[in-house]
């Protein structure tokens, strides 16, 4: 494929949006779209949507297309906001990819324990429910330096000063310069700016109490280390400049090491190195430190009842899905209206075909197309609903085949109906990118 301005701009509105993006809370933290086993495909599958847009490709006429960079843009999000919902619509099925036939975990106690099952993880039979008992949390290393006058100059004489974190898979070296007149506070959130962008598996901070500031330097990990004492060690003791800043700032006085959970189920004692770990591989069990410890009643919901969180969780998927793209798309201008017009009538047209057989199941289609749902006791037919779920998934993969098709474009010239040449990346510019070089 030709690479284009237009090509360029869709590379550019993957890499800045979806790729993923530091966190906002001065650290170095990145965090990637999440990836889920609906994002995984056999070669079958791949070979079936290739197959799926050339087939398009022999009908579609030749359009005439100047795409804007708000329209490329509105075209990824639409993609991307169609796969999310199939992956919430995919991650209902139950066994044999039935559509809302999975089961759903409760927890009594979502405060000290929330929880997620997903049967498929398990290799042998699960139980319907089991007690948690929680005894303590798996927590992270924490350094908690000395508390010293916030704005008081720093004792240290100006120079170059350096000292080492060591971890067990890392040795990093921080360097800085102590100016004149630098308080204590500044020379602590200098420090704190420097330890977070490593990115070495450590964060640092600066806490505050009455004029007074200490830095506190915690482990990402959690948990007892795979090996040795520590998840890190603070030294300045061999390093290429002037020392005595460890010593200072009291980086190694006050340790709280970290620690595994402690937890027994049915009454076996367990540990973990996290706060999240699974039970019988089904139950995804998160702890929440927070809540203190406590007990759990963790198990399955009835059929009746998973049904109605299935149906539940779809309509909030869905209405997300639409409040993303066609509801509250930014802005008011003419363009911004064309480019949600023809999805806007698409979708309109595709669920009052299906309100009727919506009704039933509680599911009532407002006049914007997003969904309400009251639940309705004793449903024990649930085909139509089964139904409507493949159709919005053939929906969904129809959107996300072609998103530009949503976009405002004049057609050229139709197919010459006597040939069978096809080009595979003529439906548009973006899906000749996912078959070149993004995926």
Known sequence: MAVSLATLQVYDQYLTTYRG?????????????????????????????????????RFAPLYLSEPSPKSIAYAIHLKESAQNLKHTIGSLSGDNNELFATKTAYSDNEALASVEYVPEDSAGSVPESFELEVDSFASPQINTGKYLPSDQPTDMAPGNYSFDILTNKLHYEIQFNINEDETNSKLQNKLARLVNSTDIGVSAKVIQHDGLSALELTSDAYGLPYQGERHFTVTDEDTGYDNGVVDYLGLNDNISKASNAVYSIDGKMDSSYSNSFNVYDAYHVTLHPESGAGSASIGLYTDAESLSRNIESFVDGYNHFLSD????????????????????????????????????????????????YSKVENVTEVDSLKSFGNNMMRKLTSIALDPMEYVDRRICAYPNPFTNYINPYMTSIYTGLLFNTYT
């Open 325 to 372: 793209v066609l509801i509250d798309v930014p802005g008011d201008s003419d363009e911004d209206f064309s480019l949600t017009r023809l999805l806007s009538k698409d979708m309109t047209k595709f669920v009052d075909m299906h309100k009727k057989g919506l009704a039933k199941y509680g599911i009532s289609v407002k006049d914007d197309s997003s969904f309400t």
């Open 21 to 57: 993006n530091h966190n906002q809370s001065g650290g170095s933290k990145k965090t990637a779209k999440h990836s889920s086993r609906y994002d995984t495909h056999n070669p079958s599958e791949l070979q079936n949507l290739y197959t799926a847009i050339q087939w398009k490709n």
